[in-house]
């Protein structure tokens, strides 16, 4: 069964600081990819996805993520983070034919102003 | 466009009684939806997979009979929690997935949740 893998667990950051949160994943076929951000206290919100063409996805609130087919990997970027990106951060992946998405287990940042 | 509703935003139960959950796609359709729950710091654990007419597809280890999904229709479906008792307590999500051919096909699209204490 595929997995998705966030290695950080949390993430300290102080403004204006570049950020990249690493994603992993084990599944050798086509798949589809996803950022998701939980704001405290609020639903998880998309924020950027990858299903094909150009690797280097942009998304909502300068965000950008690139997908690394070698290396099984979908990392989210931003080069200078703001006080109000503090939130969980979820990697997600559908496999194939699959309709379901498996998560990875998130990575808490906290951006100290 | 894309919201995706859940009622009620929290509940309060005693043990032994039923709660059920609703959850509402407001501005497309959604042949499938799919329900989570979420335990504190952690991430998003699939229950089941909700079918628009036909059966929901549970998750190996989740109770198919104590957490009863109906998907009526193309925009609602409920998750009964029957006979809840306090490890039920949970934050429980849905999601409903955008249908295919547009731009958002395959995403899906998260409710707000729905805080269960049974006590």
């Known amino acids: 069964a595929q997995s998705v893998s966030q290695h950080n667990h949390h993430v300290i950051l102080s403004e204006a600081a570049s950020l990249e949160l690493g994603c992993n994943y084990s599944?050798?076929?086509?798949?589809?990819l996803f950022w998701y951000v939980q704001y405290p206290g609020q639903h998880l919100q998309l924020l950027l996805k990858?299903?094909?063409?150009?690797?280097l996805v942009k998304g909502i609130k300068g965000f950008e993520a690139e997908f690394i087919k070698s290396k099984f990997s979908f990392n989210l970027r931003k080069p200078s983070v703001q006080w109000s990106d503090t939130a969980e951060y979820f990697c997600a992946v559908k496999a194939g034919s699959a309709r379901q998405l498996t998560f990875g287990s998130g990575t808490q940042l906290t951006v100290l102003p | 466009g894309a919201v995706v509703s859940q009622h009620p935003s929290w509940v309060i139960c005693k043990s032994g009684t039923s709660v059920k959950i609703e959850c509402r796609s407001l501005?497309?359709?959604?042949?499938?939806m799919f329900w989570y729950r979420q335990f504190p710091k952690q991430s998003l654990m699939l229950m089941a997979t909700?079918?628009?007419?036909?059966?929901?597809?549970?998750e190996q280890g989740v109770e198919k009979d104590k957490f009863l999904i109906n998907h009526a229709s193309l925009t609602l479906s409920t998750l009964t929690v029957t006979s809840a008792h306090p490890e039920d307590s949970s934050f429980y999500i849905c999601s409903a997935r955008a249908p295919s051919g547009g731009t958002n096909t395959d995403t899906q699209y998260f409710g707000p949740g729905t805080r269960l204490t049974v006590l």
């Open positions: 501005d497309f359709q959604a042949t499938t």
């Open positions: 909700s079918n628009e007419g036909s059966k929901a597809t549970y």
């Open positions: 990858y299903f094909s063409g150009d690797p």
């Open positions: 599944y050798g076929g086509t798949v589809n």
